[in-house]
């Protein structure tokens, strides 16, 4: 367009921008994002680049708000939507309306988002995952009340175990609201009385069916269960982020219903078993028991108790004997030597001396034996102990030895 006269800036831009949106009110391009930016107000801008040039993007939220998976960088994508013009920087910029991952489907796309966050997490470390109860009384079915699912479920858990109170929790498990109805739903289960198990989950269709069972809001809600709980989304092949998390994963929901209750036939059958088993093994202790005491009773202790005491008085009488001889003999022994020591004590004795004519003489007040003249002053009383009697005598003169 070529013009004599000149225009501002303003109806330059204004042409350009008529121009552009004429000519590219829907385009689709693929390139990397970069330099991604996520505004408070919810809105994305970034750029989307290839090797050889770029162009700035937006996405505005309530797009964005629609998007299965996360825009990253580096994240290769095709987008589609119209060429704008934003005239205050004279600038122009692609309006994504839509996104897709290229190469993957985005749902496959924030699958594998989520499973590697929630990974990097520890949410599906089997560490954390919790014991189903062996028998349980009361359990929970968080799952729509009017599909095939709950049905087959009801009628298994019935069958196999009669015993467990079902309790029915209704939610949708398929549209755009789905996931936080899941997540009411299990957290709502959680706060029953006396509550065993949770069982959650659908049958089969497409992934966009079974999505609402890969949306976080979901899978945090089951990681946050202080109940066990097992998840049963789809068929064999179907795995979902809510089967990752879950304590159990059930291929189909009647296997979930199978694995959470015994089978009360069986278990009968087991216990009519047991019961024969111990019967039998009573009966065996039983007979071992009188086997033995019958040959207890042959024994010749029980057939003939009075030897044994014959045997016992025996040994009394022959221990008595000996004690007896011993103690004669020591008696003996200890006669003779006491004989042999009054004889030498005899020997010994100052009466022997005194009866070959000495004496004995003490002083007559402290009985002290005198054994020299110079012991006794004249004047002094003393006793002379004789052979046979007893002399009290004062001393009227002393000799003293010559030395």
Partial sequence: MTSTSPVTVSELTREIRDLLQANFDSVACVGEVSNLILARSGHLYFTLKDDKAQISAVMWKSRAERLK????????????????????RGSYQLIVEQAFPQGIGPLELAFRQLQEKLAAEGLFDPDRKKT???????????????GAAVRDMLQVLTKRWSLAEIIVVPVPVQGATAAPKIAQGIELAGRIPD????????????????????????????AASEIPIISAVGHEIDVSIADLVADRRALTPTEA??????????????????????????????????????SLANRRLFTKPGELFSDVRRKLDELD???????????EQSQSRLQLIASQLEALS????????????????????????????IGQTVKTKLATGEITCEVKQRELASK
């Fill in 69 to 88: 998976f996360d825009l990253q960088d580096g994240l290769e994508i095709v987008v589609m939507g119209p060429i704008e013009v934003y005239p205050p």
């Fill in 132 to 146: 189903l109860p062996r028998f349980p009384r009361k359990i929970a079915l968080v799952t729509s009340p009017t």
């Fill in 195 to 222: 509550l065993d198990l949770i069982i959650t989950g659908r049958g089969g269709g497409s992934l966009e069916d079974l999505w609402p069972f890969n949306e976080e809001v979901v899978a945090r809600a089951i």
């Fill in 257 to 294: 219903a199978e694995m959470s209750v015994p089978d009360q036939a069986d278990l009968l059958s087991f216990l009519s078993e047991t019961r024969g088993r111990l019967r039998q093994l009573l009966i065996n202790q039983a007979r071992q028991a009188r086997f033995a005491i019958e």
């Fill in 321 to 331: 004997e000996q004690l007896n001889r011993r103690m004669r003999d020591r008696c």
């Fill in 350 to 377: 100052p009466l022997r001396v005194l009866a070959r004519g000495y004496s004995l003489t003490r002083d007559a007040e402290t009985g002290a034996t005198l054994r020299s003249a110079d012991q006794v002053e």
